[in-house]
T-cell receptor, first 112, second 112 residues
Framework: DIVMTQSPDSLAVSLGERATINCKSSQSILYRPDNKNLLTWYQQKPGQPPKVLIYWASTRESGVPDRFSGSGSGTDFTLTISSLQAEDVAIYYC????????FGQGTRLEIK | EVQLVESGGGLVQPGGSLRLSCEVSGFTFSSSWMTWVRQAPGKGLERVASIKPDGSDKYYVDSVKGRFTISRDNAKNSLYLHMNSLRAEDTAVYYCAGDILRGQGTLVTVSS
């Protein structure tokens, strides 16, 4: 199985500041026929199911604020929140579906 | 619009059985790998089982091998998880997923 490793495990950022979460896969998850990275980012708040933020590494889900962006290719990926809002406090997960289906361990984002 | 609706969860005694169902719409179910994912209270997301589009290949996490069976009915766009010999540690919210997790989940509680 492809192992997904997120960093950091937890993060505290001031309101209005940038938050950056990293996700590294143990092998490339670039699907060459489509030239798409098979990586999804989720946000999960307490008592709620995970919510899709970004898919194909950089495509924002409909309705997701544009302060959320995804980047990266191959094995290294980043989720960026450009200006942290109070409602962004949550746990964030990356997930790949290249040949299998695995999640990172999650990153807890809090307000500093 | 992609929709995955899980059902069948509930309270069951240790050693008991349960069958989860997932009804899918909005994508080509019959050509998609499908996966059951679970999240125990306070824990991260864990792949439980996956099944090939034609049902000929299946994956199980070690902790459920021999107790859980994943199956599908492509004519009904439905995915199933048969769970036997349930243990307290199987308590979790169970989600079904194609390439991306989009369901609301169903809660399974194993307790006497």
């Amino acid at each position: 199985d492809i192992v997904m490793t997120q960093s950091p495990d937890s993060l505290a950022v001031s309101l209005g500041e940038r938050a950056t979460i990293n996700c590294k896969s143990s092998q490339s998850i670039l699907y060459r026929p489509d030239n798409k990275n098979l990586l999804t980012w989720y946000q999960q708040k307490p008592g709620q199911p995970p919510k899709v933020l970004i898919y194909w590494a950089s495509t924002r889900e409909s309705g997701v604020p544009d302060r959320f962006s995804g980047s990266g290719s191959g094995t290294d990926f980043t989720l960026t929140i450009s200006s942290l809002q109070a409602e962004d406090v949550a746990i964030y997960y990356c997930q790949q579906h290249y040949g299998s289906f695995t999640f990172g361990q999650g990153t807890r984002l809090e307000i500093k | 619009e992609v929709q995955l609706v899980e059902s069948g969860g509930g309270l069951v005694q240790p050693g008991g059985s349960l069958r989860l169902s997932c009804e899918v719409s909005g994508f080509t179910f019959s050509s998609s790998w499908m996966t059951w994912v679970r999240q125990a209270p306070g824990k991260g997301l864990e792949r439980v089982a996956s099944i090939k589009p034609d049902g000929s290949d299946k994956y199980y996490v070690d902790s459920v091998k021999g107790r859980f069976t994943i199956s599908r009915d492509n004519a009904k766009n439905s995915l199933y998880l048969h769970m036997n010999s349930l243990r307290a540690e199987d308590t979790a919210v169970y989600y079904c997923a194609g390439d991306i997790l989009r369901g609301q989940g169903t809660l399974v509680t194993v307790s006497s």
